[in-house]
């Protein structure tokens, strides 16, 4: 959770890199399971749903759910839309 509640989330996955690795941010381990693939891979949580995602990470929908109001995020869906638009800026940059 975050240290500092009033905290705004994190604007890119950079920023949430840097609160994971400083501990800023420290997660359950069903939780972590999530947040870990999702930096691997955050194409997954662009494009699939949180049933999906909770397949691929064998947690429940409730934990995807979680791990977004654990960083910060209001919904799913406002920390999804901060990954697709690092996806978005990614590839632009590799043009």
């Known amino acids: 959770m975050l240290k500092d509640r009033d ?34 891979r955050p194409e997954m949580i662009a494009v699939e749903s949180a049933a999906a995602i909770a397949r691929n990470c064998e947690v429940s929908q409730t934990t995807v759910h979680r791990l977004a109001q654990h960083i910060g995020f209001r919904t799913l869906r406002e920390f999804r839309a901060m990954i697709r638009d690092h996806l978005r800026k990614t590839a632009e940059n590799h043009r």
């Open 7 to 40: 905290r705004r989330p994190p604007e890119t996955l950079q920023e949430l890199k840097y609160l994971i690795a400083k501990r800023h941010i420290v997660f359950s381990n069903s939780v972590e399971r999530v947040a870990k693939q999702i930096i691997e």
